[in-house]
């Protein structure tokens, strides 16, 4: 079955850097686009960066762009979300998800099949 576990969350000060990790088994990694996505307590899920399944293209929430950066290892099957110059609005439960074949667009999350359970990400001083 489809798991996708996500790792490398914790406590940032602001400023700081984290690296997240997410995990991919039970269907073929490299054939799927996917996405990172966060939720805030009391907000909704938001998508905040999406790649192609051979990595060729990336895309970008605007509140994260310049300082966030997707990658993936297919050799690995894991994907990456680099996290650089956090800021307190950052701290949110992070997420991977994998974009369903016929969805068109990157930022609508139901347009996502599966997610993993989420890593916390908390940025304080």
């Known amino acids: 079955q489809v798991q996708l576990v996500e790792s490398g969350g914790g406590l940032a000060q602001p400023g700081g850097s984290l690296r997240l990790s997410c995990a991919a088994s039970?269907?073929?990694?490299?054939?799927?686009?996917m996405s990172w996505a966060r939720q805030a307590p009391g907000k909704r899920l938001e998508w905040v960066s999406g790649?192609?399944?051979?990595?060729?293209?990336?895309y970008y929430a605007d509140s994260v762009k310049g300082r966030f950066t997707i990658s993936r290892d297919n050799a690995k099957n894991t994907l990456y979300l680099q996290m650089n110059s956090l800021k307190p609005e950052d701290t949110a439960v992070y997420y991977c998800?994998?974009?369903?074949?016929?969805?068109?667009?990157?930022?609508?999350?139901?347009?996502?099949?599966?997610w993993g359970q989420g890593t916390q990400v908390t940025v304080s001083s």
């Open positions: 998800g994998r974009k369903a074949v016929r969805a068109t667009s990157w930022s609508a999350v139901v347009g996502y099949d599966y």
């Open positions: 039970g269907f073929t990694f490299s054939t799927y686009a």
């Open positions: 790649i192609y399944s051979d990595g060729s293209d990336t």
